[in-house]
C-alpha cells in the first residue's frame, strides 16, 4: 500500500475515531485499515493514535499530522480533478453539520445536488450541538447565532428574522399577549443549548439594545425540534426563526403575537476549517448549499 492511500485510510480513522468504522466506509477489511495506519506510524517514526478496547484518538503528533494530511489529500484531488469540467467528475464523501431545522429543508432540496454530482455521498450531521469542525472532520457547517470559532473561514448567508409563536390552544386559555407587561401571566418555553443553564427570558429590541422580561416556564428544552413541538402542544410561546414557522403560521397552527417586540435576528453562517486550497466537491456543496438558503435569510 503507497503512502497516500495510507494517508487517506489514516484521515478517515482519525475523522470516525474507529478502524472499524474507517474499514467499512472504505470498503476495506478491518485489518488491512489497521495494517496501513501502523506502516504509516512506521515511516514517520512517531505514534498518531492511541489505541483502547474502546475508542481511538489522535495523538499530539497524530493531531499535527491530520492536519497537514487533510491539506495534502485535498491538493491531489483538486490536481486529479482540475481539467475535469462535467460535474459528475466530482466524486468522493463530504461530512456536513447543521441544526435539525435546516436540515429539514436541505435534505428535501438534496436529491437535486445529488443528481448533478451523483458520484458524491453526504454524510449530514444535525444535532443541536456545536460539533468540533476541525476534530470531528467536517468539510462544513451551517450555523445559526453568534459565532465563537475564530480559527474557522467564516461565509456570512444573512440573518433569520425572529417571530414570536404559540398555539391557538395556548392562547384560547391564557390570552393574547399585547405588552411587555402582559407576559408576567404568560408561559416561556426557554431553550438552552446545555440543559441546567438559566434562561434570560424573553427577548427583544429596544432601539439597537438587547433587552429581556425574565419569564416563567414549565419547560425548557435543548433542541429545535422539542421547541417547536412543544409549543404546539400550546406549552408556551417560542422565538424562532420566521422561516422555519411560517408553514405553521399559514396553516392556522401557531399564531405569531407580539409583532413590534421582536428578538433579534440571528446571523446564518457557513464555516470551514482554513486550508490552502478547499477540494472542488466541498466548494460545489457550498455554493448549492449558499443558494438554496438564500431565499430564506435577509442579507444584511
Not at 494517508?7 to 478517515?12: L, N, P
Not at 489497521?34 to 493531531?63: F, I, M, N, P, W
Not at 472532520?137 to 428574522?161: A, H, K, M, N, W
Not at 429545535?224 to 412543544?230: F, L, S, T, V
Request: aromatic share 6%; net charge neutral; proline share 4%.
Amino acid at each position: 500500500m503507497n503512502r497516500i492511500e495510507a494517508m487517506q485510510i489514516f484521515a478517515r480513522v482519525a475523522e470516525l475515531a474507529s478502524f472499524t468504522k474507517a474499514a467499512d466506509s472504505l470498503g476495506l477489511p478491518k485489518a488491512s485499515t489497521s495494517t496501513a495506519v501502523q506502516q504509516l506510524e512506521a515511516q514517520l517514526g512517531t505514534q498518531l493514535l492511541h489505541r483502547t478496547t474502546r475508542k481511538v484518538q489522535l495523538t499530539q503528533d497524530g493531531q499535527r499530522f491530520y492536519e497537514r494530511c487533510k491539506d495534502v489529500l485535498a491538493d491531489l484531488e483538486e490536481l486529479n480533478s482540475m481539467f475535469q469540467q462535467a460535474p459528475q467528475a466530482l466524486s468522493g464523501c463530504l461530512r456536513v453539520d447543521m441544526n435539525s431545522g435546516t436540515a429539514k429543508y436541505v435534505v428535501q432540496r438534496l436529491p437535486e445536488f445529488l443528481r448533478n454530482h451523483p458520484q458524491i455521498q453526504v454524510e449530514l450531521s444535525c444535532t443541536d450541538r456545536r460539533v468540533d469542525v476541525v476534530a470531528e472532520g467536517f468539510d462544513c457547517v451551517v450555523r445559526v447565532g453568534t459565532l465563537t470559532d475564530s480559527s474557522l473561514i467564516v461565509r456570512s448567508l444573512g440573518q433569520l428574522r425572529v417571530v414570536n409563536c404559540a398555539s391557538p390552544a395556548y392562547l384560547h386559555a391564557h390570552g393574547v399577549p399585547q405588552t411587555l407587561d402582559d407576559l408576567a401571566h404568560h408561559q416561556l418555553i426557554h431553550y438552552v443549548s446545555t440543559l441546567g443553564q438559566r434562561s434570560p427570558g424573553f427577548e427583544y429590541m429596544e432601539g439597537s439594545a438587547c433587552r429581556y422580561v425574565p419569564m416563567q416556564g414549565v419547560l425548557t428544552v435543548n433542541n429545535i425540534d422539542a421547541y417547536e413541538n412543544g409549543c404546539l402542544a400550546g406549552l408556551g410561546i417560542i422565538q424562532a426563526p420566521h422561516s422555519g414557522m411560517l408553514h405553521l403560521i399559514e396553516a392556522g397552527r401557531l399564531v405569531e403575537v407580539l409583532p413590534h417586540y421582536r428578538a433579534e435576528p440571528m446571523p446564518v453562517s457557513l464555516l470551514y476549517a482554513q486550508r490552502r486550497n478547499v477540494s472542488a466537491r466541498v466548494q460545489a456543496f457550498m455554493t448549492w448549499l449558499t443558494n438554496i438558503l438564500a431565499p430564506y435569510v435577509d442579507r444584511a
